[in-house]
């Protein structure tokens, strides 16, 4: 069974940082894009950021020069790093996976929240 177990979600002080995880299981075939969203009460969920098999990325402007996506192809996972964190950065963070062959999928989420 296809799953995204997310990780690494939490409270933290304005201008903190936290590190995301995700890791893919459950199909041999291969990953193509990864990446991030999130979602706000109230609002849409928007992309955060994506990475593709081969490492070309994608950022939300909201987020450029704070965040950094990362992955591991060998062992299908993908990273964000989450540096000078802001108030309006709480959200439930969802992975998001593209298999080929299989299509999209999505982890359960995890709540980030940046509060003093």
């Known amino acids: 069974q296809v799953q995204l177990v997310e990780s690494g979600g939490g409270l933290v002080q304005p201008g903190g940082s936290l590190r995301l995880s995700c890791v893919a299981s459950?199909?041999?075939?291969?990953?193509?894009?990864m990446g991030w969203y999130r979602q706000s009460p109230g609002k849409q969920r928007e992309l955060v950021a994506t990475?593709?098999?081969?490492?070309?990325?994608n950022y939300a402007d909201s987020v450029k020069g704070r965040f950094t996506i990362s992955r591991d192809n060998a062992k299908n996972t993908v990273y964000l790093q989450m540096n000078n964190l802001k108030p309006e950065d709480t959200a439930v963070y969802y992975c998001?996976?593209?298999?080929?062959?299989?299509?999209?999928?999505w982890g359960q989420g995890t709540q980030v929240t940046v509060s003093s």
């Open positions: 459950g199909s041999g075939f291969i990953i193509n894009a």
């Open positions: 990475i593709k098999r081969s490492g070309t990325t």
């Open positions: 998001y996976a593209n298999w080929a062959v299989l299509g999209d999928y």
